[in-house]
């Protein structure tokens, strides 16, 4: 991994600790979730008008279209997961992305991981854990009442991480002539597409009248998360260009760190 890649994935997880830390003080953060997706649909249409997207190859619109519907999945089993489970042995679980995706990258993906780089990522995975459950945990615990819903979210992490890899690597290679940087126009009409895949079920749980009053009170917050959303995914979307999905994924979980 290069010294310009790692620095791209830590400036990431700083952006997406703030992120976070915007839907935590959120009054609902399902409904949050779906309302920073928003500004994504004008920005959508300037993309279609000034940037011509013939250039794209069919695999990356096949993988965009892919994370879409996991990403809606991930939002759905997340909430399932901290709705039913211990939040100390959820998260966790949840994030052990890295412990899980070398084992799919290297084969689908024709990535490699060294010796040292996996050990990194053990070491992360490890400290992860220990940081979030103190060393303290059981098999009782790991397979109690709402953790599957944590694991299906695991693999929905796992899911998206392949998919917008596989989606850069083939942007890498189009003939791009526009200014407005690939990674940024494949995070904003995945924005619009996730923001499409989740509503239901967001509207479905909170109902049309609750959201409107929380875009009423918090849109300052909900712009400012959409801004920062922005910039940690397209960050992690360009490292991705340049560097092994199963190492963008273990460094930034240094994201536990900043927040």
């Not at 290679?173 to 924005?191: C, M, Q």
């Given at each position: 991994m290069t010294t310009a890649a790692l620095s791209l994935v830590l400036v990431s997880a700083l952006l997406h600790a703030i992120w976070t830390a915007s839907i935590k003080q959120s009054r609902e953060p399902l409904g949050f979730n779906l309302l920073q997706t928003l500004p994504f649909v004008p920005a959508a249409l300037g993309i279609a008008a000034g940037v011509d997207l013939s250039v794209v190859p069919s695999r990356a619109w096949a993988c965009l279209l892919a994370s879409c519907g996991i990403h809606a999945a991930y939002v759905f089993w997340m909430a399932r997961a901290l709705e039913r489970s211990e939040l100390s042995v959820a998260y966790p679980i949840m994030r052990s992305t890295p412990a899980l995706l070398p084992l799919l990258a290297v084969p689908l993906l024709g990535e490699s991981v060294s010796l040292a780089g996996a050990a990194g990522i053990a070491i992360v995975v490890v400290g992860m854990w220990l940081v979030n459950t103190g060393g303290r945990t059981s098999l009782a615990r790991l397979v109690g009442a709402g953790t599957g819903f944590a694991y299906l979210t695991l693999l929905a992490t796992v899911g998206y991480s392949l998919s917008d890899k596989?989606?850069?690597?083939?942007?890498?290679?189009?003939?791009?002539?526009?200014?407005?940087?690939?990674?940024?126009?494949?995070?904003?009409?995945?924005?619009?597409?996730?923001?499409?895949?989740?509503?239901?079920?967001?509207?479905?749980?909170?109902?049309?009248?609750?959201?409107?009053?929380?875009?009423?009170?918090?849109?300052?917050?909900?712009?400012?998360?959409?801004?920062?959303?922005?910039?940690?995914?397209?960050?992690?979307?360009?490292a991705l260009r340049h560097a092994p999905v199963s190492y963008v994924a273990a460094v930034r979980q240094s994201s536990v760190l900043f927040a």
């Open positions: 596989a989606a850069m690597a083939s942007l890498s290679d189009a003939a791009w002539a526009s200014a407005v940087p690939r990674s940024l126009v494949y995070f904003v009409l995945l924005g619009v597409g996730h923001g499409a895949c989740v509503a239901p079920f967001v509207l479905h749980r909170i109902g049309g009248a609750a959201l409107a009053a929380q875009a009423r009170a918090e849109w300052r917050r909900i712009l400012f998360a959409a801004v920062m959303t922005t910039g940690s995914y397209t960050l992690i979307l360009e």
